[in-house]
């Protein structure tokens, strides 16, 4: 068995309490539930459920990223786990970090790879364009054809919830990698995770297109089944990641 995303919603008061190596999660009118730490990926849970203080700590300790959500599955706060280990990706991007017009460069590097994305994402929904400047349009092109053949969803339907489960995801795989987590990394203005969904989340596009396409029957679009639609395409994201990693890898080299 292998650590997946845990995800907590409040239909009535929901209290998360540590219980030995696991989270214990008490609701109201409902039996009890125990996950292991050890086979949380990480969490995302309404903001109205009540934490203890050992529990986010057992969170934090290993790793393992906390999002508070409200209502519309906006996210308000994240618990960041500790990771203390170094690597050498973070080493040189701490480097990188201290030149000055550092922002220029990374910024350049980051519209390219995006744009890389959606150049994928365009060639398999089959849209057309002429110059890279078009491929801004891509997103707006999606919207029209979700609001043809599905008029009663709202326009960026599951998109939210795809989000952050790629920020989530993204998150969880640097700090595997001792990245996310390095103590010199975290004092630099850089929110590595931030940016690398921003860049992938071109991806969301193809991933939403997929599990609409895989309904066989009108169904609302909501957290869950966003969260199914990810699941259901992990490989292709986390392929998709690991490329991305590998470009930057050789970047930083580059620059050093």
């Not at 109205?48 to 706060?77: H, K, V, Y």
């Not at 994305?117 to 398999?124: D, F, M, P």
Request: glycine content about 6%.
């Amino acid at each position: 068995m292998y650590a997946k995303p845990l995800y907590l919603h409040a239909k009535a008061p929901t209290q998360i309490v540590l219980q030995g190596p696991a989270l214990r999660v008490k609701s109201e009118n409902q039996a009890e539930h125990l996950y292991p730490l050890r086979y949380i990926e990480r969490v995302q849970a309404d903001h109205n459920i009540t934490w203890s203080t050992p529990a986010l700590l057992a969170c934090a300790e290993r790793g393992i990223c906390i999002q508070f959500l409200d209502a519309q599955g906006q996210t308000l706060a994240r618990l960041l786990g500790s990771n203390h280990a170094q690597h050498s990706l973070a080493i040189r991007l701490v480097a990188i970090l201290a030149r000055p017009g550092w922002q220029n460069q990374y910024q350049r590097w980051c519209y390219g790879r995006r744009l890389q994305t959606l150049r994928y994402v365009a060639q398999k929904l089959g849209y057309r364009y002429e110059q890279s400047k078009d491929l801004e349009a891509l997103p707006s092109w999606s919207r029209a054809q979700l609001a043809e053949r599905h008029p009663k969803d709202p326009a960026d339907a599951g998109l939210q919830w795809l989000n952050n489960d790629l920020y989530g995801f993204i998150n969880q795989r640097l700090r595997d990698l001792d990245i996310q987590g390095d103590p010199l990394l975290l004092q630099q203005p850089l929110d590595l995770a931030r940016d690398l969904t921003r860049i992938l989340s071109g991806i969301l596009l193809l991933v939403r297109q997929r599990g609409l396409k895989a309904q066989n029957h009108e169904i609302p679009i909501d957290r869950k089944l966003a969260a199914l639609w990810f699941n259901q395409q992990r490989g292709l994201i986390d392929w998709q990641l690991k490329r991305l990693l590998n470009l930057l890898e050789l970047w930083t080299l580059e620059q050093n």
